[in-house]
């Protein structure tokens, strides 16, 4: 027969006040895990995710924005101005019953509304406060805005992007694709904020979480940081380039890493040994970094007439470490992603049914799962407001005229 397992975080409870990815990202991951993530977005407008596509058909609709869908399921979702004196005291009452509070917004604006960790601790005291901004809630950066742009750049990972260029003053750093650094502060905000509840819950007390998105990325900078530390003038992207670039294909791209001899020599064999294969140019690994040039256009005129998976399996068989480099429609193609579930098949009532992104990882005792679409705007104002708080229908039918809900 079977039961149905406990999932690690069941019961406990989280106040999202958060908008658009590094808030919702944090809140999404534990919601996953089985705590109860309550929404809260701003009346008519809702979180600015719901502007942001893609949107199916190209068609721009507050309910259909795939970024906003992903990034909000298993979460109920209410709609709550605390500007007002009626909606800050409501936002009270729910940080009252919760354990923890996820907010990304300005440092000015949670003290404008009189909603910092001093004024909530004293509502509950065992309160877990977890603040994301872009350059943390001290420093004289504290209140400077900024995107994902700024903060991917400002903690130094636009610098080693694309890493170790030949001619670092000549090829300028790049971007990565979508918004790697607000992805990264999320994270680091879910795991740093499961390890405050640890410890409160054994002291019994609650914690404010300063997490600055400039300090996450740059967190992940040790290597550049070190070798910058006892190498002065360097960059982070100079010196001797690794031999791990990516080569055309028929159907996109490969990327192999090639470093030991017995890797070139079975790299070589199949080629089928080609000739310039034993040219002292490519002699051993570092000869061949410093005559990437060279090798670059005979390693492609091999490549381009292949195809990814034909060129992936010859060099597995081989033990040469090749990959595709897959686009997003080859990840949802995956033979391997989909041996182990990674995407779920969701159905909103609004958007329909497709295909989103699960979890990284599997719990043996307690599962990941997810159970609900992203919330609609305001979906379960009736149910935490009349049910859990006990406001009437008259009171909310005010407050909605109001704007406050």
């Known amino acids: 027969m079977n039961t149905i397992k406990a999932r690690a975080l069941s019961g406990i409870r989280i106040l999202e006040y958060a908008h658009f990815v590094s808030g919702p990202f944090c809140t999404k991951l534990m919601a996953g895990m089985g705590a109860e993530v309550i929404k809260i977005e701003k009346p008519d407008t809702g979180d600015e995710a ?169 967190s992940v900078m040790a290597r550049y940081l070190a070798v910058k530390s006892y190498e002065e003038g360097t960059t982070g992207r100079d010196g001797i380039p690794f031999m791990e670039r990516p080569l055309p294909c028929k159907n996109g791209y490969v990327e192999f890493h090639c470093v030991e001899d017995y890797h070139w020599k079975a790299l070589l064999k199949v080629m089928g040994n080609p000739d310039w294969g034993q040219e002292d140019l490519f002699q051993d690994y570092a000869s061949r970094c410093h005559n990437w040039s060279i090798l670059e256009p005979l390693l492609s005129k091999w490549t381009e007439n292949r195809t990814k998976d034909e060129i992936y399996r010859a060099m597995q068989s081989e033990g040469v470490a ?45 599962p990941w799962s997810t159970e609900k679409p992203a919330p609609l705007l305001g979906q379960h104002n009736e149910e935490i407001f009349q049910k859990r708080l006990g406001m009437s229908k008259h009171e909310m039918d005010r407050l909605k005229r109001e704007g406050i809900i």
Request: negative net charge.
């Open 322 to 366: 090749f990959s595709p480099v897959n686009s997003t429609g080859d990840l949802l193609e995956s033979e391997q992603l989909k041996a182990r579930g990674f995407f779920v098949d969701i159905d909103h009532p609004i958007a329909g049914g497709f295909r989103y992104p699960g979890a990284p990882f599997r719990f043996s005792e307690t």
């Open 50 to 218: 719901r502007a942001w596509g893609p949107f199916p058909g190209d068609i721009r609709h507050q309910e259909k924005s795939g970024l906003f869908l992903s990034l909000n399921t298993n979460k109920m979702g209410i709609t709550l101005d605390p500007k007002h004196q009626k909606g800050y005291d409501i936002f009270r009452q729910l940080v009252k019953q919760a354990d923890i509070l996820v907010e990304n917004n300005p440092p000015s604006k949670m003290e404008e509304f009189n909603l910092t960790y001093d004024t909530l601790r004293r509502i509950n005291p065992k309160l877990i406060l977890t603040s994301l901004t872009p350059f943390g809630l001290t420093g004289p950066y504290r209140d400077y805005k900024a995107g994902d742009l700024v903060s991917f750049h400002m903690g130094g990972m636009g610098c080693v992007t694309p890493d170790w260029v030949e001619n670092p003053d000549q090829e300028p750093p790049l971007k990565a694709g979508g918004r790697q650094a607000d992805y990264l502060a999320g994270l680091a905000a879910a795991v740093i904020t499961m390890g405050a509840v640890h410890g409160c819950l054994a002291e019994r007390r609650g914690q404010h979480i300063d997490l600055s998105e400039q300090d996450a990325v740059a």
